[in-house]
C-alpha cells in the first residue's frame, strides 16, 4: 500500500490515541458530559440528576460571556463572545439527543468563566432536561 491511503491510515492510527475529546468544541464536550451526566442517573422514573459544566471547557476556548441554547428541536448550541458582546465563535452538535430529550428550549446568557447547571428527570424510562441555569 503506497500513496495518500497509506499516509491517512498511517495518521488516523497516530491520532486515535488522542481520544475524541482532543479534537472537540464546547458543544461536543457538553454533549459528552450530558451523555456521562445521565448514565449515571436511576433508572426508575422520577430520577433526577444535575450536571455542573464548567465554561470555558479548555483553555483558551470561549473566554467571554457565553450563551448556551439547548433546543426541543434537536440542536445544541454554544455561543461564545468577546468582552464587547461580538461573537467570537459558535459550535452546535445534536449528539446529546441520543441521550436525553429536551422538555422545552432553554437559552442562557452565563458571564465569563461561570459554570452551567442542567438538571435532568427520568420520564417515561428516558432522562428530560427540565431545568438549566
Same mark, same amino acid.
Given at each position: 500500500m503506497r500513496g495518500p491511503r497509506r499516509i491517512a491510515i498511517v495518521l488516523a492510527s497516530a491520532l486515535a490515541p488522542a481520544g475524541c475529546g482532543a479534537f472537540t468544541d464546547p458543544a461536543? /464536550?457538553?454533549?459528552? #458530559?450530558?451523555?456521562? %451526566?445521565?448514565?449515571?442517573?436511576?433508572?426508575?422514573?422520577g430520577a433526577t440528576t444535575t450536571l455542573v459544566h464548567?465554561?470555558?471547557?479548555?483553555?483558551?476556548?470561549?473566554?467571554?460571556?457565553? /450563551?448556551?441554547?439547548? #433546543?426541543?428541536?434537536? %440542536?445544541?448550541?454554544?455561543?461564545?463572545?468577546?468582552?464587547t458582546g461580538k461573537t467570537v465563535s459558535s459550535h452546535g452538535t445534536t449528539y446529546h439527543r441520543r441521550f436525553t430529550e429536551t422538555e422545552r428550549t432553554l437559552i442562557l446568557t452565563k458571564p465569563a468563566g461561570s459554570p452551567l447547571r442542567i438538571r435532568f428527570e427520568r420520564r417515561s424510562g428516558r432522562p428530560v432536561i427540565v431545568a438549566a441555569s
Open positions: 461536543t /464536550r457538553l454533549a459528552y #458530559d450530558i451523555e456521562e %451526566a445521565t448514565s449515571r442517573m436511576g433508572r426508575e422514573d464548567p465554561m470555558p471547557s479548555r483553555a483558551g476556548e470561549c473566554t467571554g460571556p457565553y /450563551r448556551v441554547q439547548l #433546543d426541543e428541536a434537536d %440542536a445544541l448550541v454554544v455561543w461564545c463572545y468577546d468582552g
